[in-house]
């Protein structure tokens, strides 16, 4: 647990002192980020009256508390806190740790009415880091967990005028807008969407239209036509007005609807970029599954794609988890303190550390040409092929200029008999996978700005700002590469595959 106090006994945390005894409701804790920013909540303030978490109950476990005793309190995330003190870490989960079971897409959340307007009571502040992180989501599912569940948020707020909400939203609601991308509300880049004197855009009228047409395409389609359907109608939607997938296009609606709904109100909008894995805390390199940057290196490791679109130069923005925990926390404290007003921030590497798509992919190579034994999980052997990032029209000219005599290499062998698919065509259309979801992300012309949380660090002080760091300058980029995240793929993200010596298979043979 934190250390609050100078050799005088005075607290010297403006952070500690706002969240002393106040309730905090966090959605999205099974989700990677949340189970960061309770840990966060957990080992640095030791004061705050109360955590509840809102958590769907699943076919494994129906009640909320028993999933978050079985999927969340068991991670490894915590594994900090229960080697520092376990039975301290074990009496917080008991006495401040209050699970609700609910649905954020349901309205009251699937509770009583009697219980959502209590819960609002009880509750200072509500950090929303739920959401469907998938690009290509089918265009409703995306709407529901991005953007119009985002109703029931701002109906709980209803009954508790000082509550803080804090929304993770993402960079890259800026879509396809080019530039300096400052903490204030993005301009749509495609078909223009009418704008409020308040500065937030009327969508209300757009939602309806793409409700409609969810609703045609399902009059039409069924089973998996019908999914595939729903995929491409959210990218046609996304591409119209400015993004490029689905996932940013519908953050960027649930931005408006917020600003909308809490008018005049305590509303905190944090806009991570590439969430990576930690810096420093709860362990360097800590990681859930694989990210956006990942699916490339894994791509890569196991010599699947050598050869991928984007531009070297550009900015690739990556923060470590942890720095966008603190950033959140920074974003409740302020909002308690000052309340009854809209604040946008940033946290993001970009404009402050920036580090361009070749560097990225150089420590990678660099790390896997001279340390890849160290990696065993990340790399079966060492890579023997460059990775190079090339403009998309060369990309594409490459790979449609392959695919051709590869598919009918393919089919012949399949007419000989040969049933397995041809490795250089699966590896081609991986390359062609990745590419349709993240090309976008590889070849930026933006540059995030972070200048507005960088001035609410500094304003905090400067024990805030060693206890909550959220300063991506402090990032060597070719030590947290190469040394902290592949260590944490690894580690944390990646399942140790069996390898079998040939003495111990033919034991087994033997054996048998």
């Known amino acids: ?190 078909e223009a969407i009418p704008r409020s004197n308040d500065g937030y855009y009327e969508i209300e009228e757009l939602i309806h239209l793409l409700e409609d047409k969810v609703a045609d395409v399902r009059t039409r389609y069924s089973g998996k036509t019908l999914e595939k359907k729903l995929v491409d109608l959210g990218i046609q939607e996304a591409n119209h007005y400015g993004w490029s997938d689905t996932y940013t296009f519908t953050k960027w609606l649930g931005e408006q609807l917020l600003m909308k709904a809490l008018s005049g109100r305590s509303l905190t909008i944090l806009r991570p970029s590439i969430i990576e894995s930690a810096l420093e805390e709860p362990a360097p390199g800590w990681i859930e599954g694989v990210k956006v940057a990942d699916a490339i290196i894994l791509a890569y490791a196991r010599e699947k794609v050598s050869l991928f679109p984007g531009k070297r130069s550009g900015i690739i923005d990556v923060i470590p988890v942890d720095l966008v925990a603190n950033g959140i926390v920074l974003s409740v404290a302020e909002a308690l303190a000052v309340p009854g007003k809209r604040r946008i921030y940033q946290c993001c590497s970009g404009s402050s550390n920036p580090l361009s798509l070749g560097e990225f992919i150089d420590h990678v190579m660099a790390e896997a040409r001279n340390h890849y034994a160290d990696y065993k999980q990340l790399f079966y052997r060492q890579p023997t092929k460059p990775f190079l990032a090339v403009n998309r029209r060369l990309f594409d000219f490459v790979v449609g200029g392959l695919r051709v005599p590869l598919s009918l290499a393919d089919r012949a062998m399949r007419l000989t008999g040969q049933n397995r698919e041809l490795k250089a065509l699966k590896n081609l259309d991986t390359g062609r996978s990745l590419a349709t979801i993240f090309g976008f992300y590889t070849a930026p012309d933006y540059i995030f700005r972070n200048d507005a949380l960088l001035a609410l660090a500094s304003r905090m002080g400067d024990v805030d700002r060693v206890l909550f760091p959220v300063d991506a300058r402090q990032i060597d980029w070719s030590l947290y590469l190469r040394k902290i995240h592949m260590s944490g793929l690894n580690r944390y993200a990646l399942k140790e595959r069996k390898v079998y010596s040939l003495r111990s298979t033919r034991a087994r043979q033997k054996a048998a």
């Open 1 to 190: 647990m934190a250390n609050t106090q100078t050799t005088s006994g005075e607290s010297t945390s403006s952070v500690l002192e706002q969240l002393s005894g106040k309730n905090v409701l966090i959605t999205g804790t099974s989700g990677f980020l949340g189970k960061v920013v309770l840990e966060k909540l957990i080992r640095a303030v030791p004061d705050i009256g109360g955590i509840y978490l809102l958590i769907r109950g699943n076919k494994s476990h129906r009640d909320a508390r028993s999933r978050f005793l079985n999927e969340i309190a068991s991670s490894s995330v915590f594994d900090r806190l229960r080697h520092d003190d376990n039975e301290a870490f074990e009496h917080f989960l008991d006495t401040r740790i209050h699970c609700i079971t609910g649905e954020v897409t349901e309205p009251r959340f699937g509770l009583e009415a009697s219980d959502f307007r209590n819960l609002a009571g009880k509750i200072d502040a509500f950090i929303n880091s739920a959401a469907s992180v998938n690009f290509r989501e089918e265009l409703d599912k995306a709407l529901q967990i991005n953007t119009l569940c985002l109703r029931n948020i701002a109906a709980l707020a209803g009954f508790n005028r000082h509550m803080a909400v804090i929304q993770v939203s993402t960079c890259y609601v800026n879509g396809k807008n080019s530039g300096q991308v400052t903490e204030s509300v993005i301009k749509p880049a495609g």
